[in-house]
């Protein structure tokens, strides 16, 4: 039995499990590396000298030399799932010395135990088939010993067990390989030491043979060395650490577990103040803020614009564990927001009443005139005027049409149909052509139909012909509706598409009009999108929308 398997087990036990080690020691430099190096090699010093033990005719002092090695794997597994899961400050300087003392003691007890029988009560060499084999009594010393080694791996274990809820699944195989890599050998170990084990033997080095293979299999294939949870979570401490943006981390009951110095200022605390106490004591209103809202805090006498936006830390199986409350300063932003809809409506309201008087003035000073050369100035001064109006009136009527509007599916088919109903009456001497179905819902809202309005008089009054051709084609591609409307004309000029290209005016690029800005403004404002196609045979323009059924 001993040579046929025991000890060729414990032999393969052994060059397993230090191949394992030097390859975990060749990648130290991932957290947690380092002790599974220790770990292993340890394992592995305890099934060698087990079977050398056994072997070589002396039992008893390879016995000694296993039980102080032995002590090193709880201290190992410790330090593993320490640095693992990002905890390795736990084990301070202070405090590695203090759990390193146990495992001097114990190793003085086992050598010097023939003088005081503390560690064995009593021990004996046995022949078991034909191989001397230690045996002996557990004394106190070696029980307690076994309370604290085994209190130090349920330690570890726990820490991983808690951790099975909350990381991804690589993270997720990785944990539960190192826990069936301890709990293994340990079991075995406790079955032994209270007599549940047939053979006089201790089989604990046969069960590192399982445990290196799952160790194994963890580094090969689920890479445990290659990546661990403790470089993720450093990485996220980090970066919430130095984000500018007030990061506050509450659990299930709204109390502070922790949050960012961003946070720290904003609030007016510490975090060794806040954490444990309830969010409401420092800011009441992000307590009632269960996804997104914009909240206004008076800072040093001023009044502050914050964006909130909060969510939730669920566990693996669904239960929400807490809430990740940030906060964006928009100040800035919404102050200029402001200041732009106190500018749109003067520019709205104001620009209109002063060129209707500019236009009324004109009239009546073109009615006195008599000079055809002097009246041509006045009409260019009239179509200038109708020219701004028209621009206002655009810009007003797309304002009004988005004030207090959500997204909501609409009807595009329909929208086409009247409008492309309307422009034939009004340009009678045009052929425009509709190819649409039916039906064709989209999401948008009111502004959609000013936009298709406004390429369609486009196509139309900027004709260089008295009868020009419009098509106008509706079809479904997969999610999108896609919108052609191609006419004949001379085409957009290059300029004004260069500053649609552009995205923004400047000094030297002006665009002639407000109508292509008003066509990109209203669709992109719908999430949709709008592209050019133009040159001597006309214009194309494309407008995409997201479909409501998709």
Known sequence: MLSSLYLPLMLLAAVAGSGLALFAWLHRETPGAAPLALFLLAASLWSLTDAVGIASGRPRFWASLKLSIATLVPLAWLALVFEYTGRERWLSGSRLFALGVEPVVVSVLVWTNPSHVIWRASSRVVLVDGYYVFDGTPGLALWGHQVYAYGLIAIGAALLVGMLWRIDDVFRDQSTALLVAIAVPMIVNALYLFGYTPATVD?????????????????????????????????????????????????????????????????????????????????????????????????????????????????????????????????????????????????????????????????????????PAHREYVATIIDTADEVITRSEKISALSRSVEGQSMRPIDFASILTALVGSFREEFPEATIALEAPETCRVVGDPSIEIAIQEVLENALEHADRPDPTVTVELATDGDDARLAVTDDGPGIPEQDLRVLELGAETPLEHASGVGLWLVIWAIERVGGTVAFETGETGTTVTVTLRRADS
């Open 203 to 371: 089989p604990t080095g046969i069960a590192f043979v399982l445990s290196g293979t799952v160790l194994a299999g963890a580094i090969f294939s689920e890479h445990l060395l290659d990546v661990a949870p403790a470089t993720r979570e450093l990485g996220r401490e980090k970066l919430i650490g130095e984000l500018e943006d007030p990061v506050v981390i509450v659990d299930a009951e709204r109390r502070v577990v922790d949050l960012n110095p961003a946070a720290e200022s904003l609030l007016g605390v510490s975090s060794d103040d806040a954490i444990g106490t309830e969010l409401a004591a420092f800011e009441p209103a992000l307590v009632g803020i269960d996804d997104s809202d914009e909240i206004t805090l008076e800072r040093e006498g001023r009044r502050c614009y914050y964006d909130v936006r909060v969510s939730q830390l669920d566990r693996a199986h669904g239960t929400i564990t807490g809430r990740i409350i940030s906060l964006r300063d928009v100040t800035e932003r919404t102050r200029r927001e402001q200041r732009l809809d106190v500018m749109n409506r003067l520019y709205r309201h104001n620009l209109r009443n002063e060129m209707n008087v500019v236009r009324g003035n004109a009239e009546l000073l073109d009615a006195r005139l008599a000079t």
